[in-house]
């Protein structure tokens, strides 16, 4: 049972940055892969980034590379996502999401294999 909670949308200008964060109950946080997924208005959900329960591996998609950044901080049950250089094309509500498979070196290549979401938050970006 995990439970998460995404906080820091918001609507910022094209060029600007934000910092997304995921809150998640309970001590297996930890050991659990964790994933950002963004569905912009209209489109299906698509992955953002991924990275592995302890950090040591991460992807992104490559509309991201460069500009994202996923983090995560296992003493703070929280995982991050720094956005820079934000685009328009970057609004959407973002989501974050939790693969239970535990101390998994696998990385999550869909949403399929995530089993816990939050609820989303905002990411409006403007010309």
């Known amino acids: 049972q995990v439970q998460l909670v995404e906080s820091g949308g918001g609507s910022v200008q094209a060029g600007g940055s934000l910092r997304l964060s995921c809150a998640a109950s309970?001590?297996?946080?930890?050991?659990?892969?964790m994933g950002w997924f963004r569905q912009p208005p209209g489109k299906e959900r698509e992955s953002v980034a991924a990275t592995t329960w302890n950090g040591g591996k991460t992807d992104y998609a490559d509309s991201v590379k460069g500009r994202f950044t996923i983090s995560r901080d296992n003493a703070k049950n929280t995982v991050y996502l720094q956005m820079n250089s934000l685009k328009p094309e970057d609004t959407a509500v973002y989501y974050c999401?939790?693969?239970?498979?535990?101390?998994?070196?696998?990385?999550?290549?869909?949403?399929?294999?995530?089993?816990?979401w939050g609820q989303g938050t905002q990411v409006t970006v403007s010309s």
């Open positions: 999401a939790a693969d239970a498979r535990a101390y998994s070196y696998l990385l999550p290549r869909s949403q399929y294999e995530y089993d816990y």
């Open positions: 309970g001590r297996a946080f930890s050991s659990y892969a």
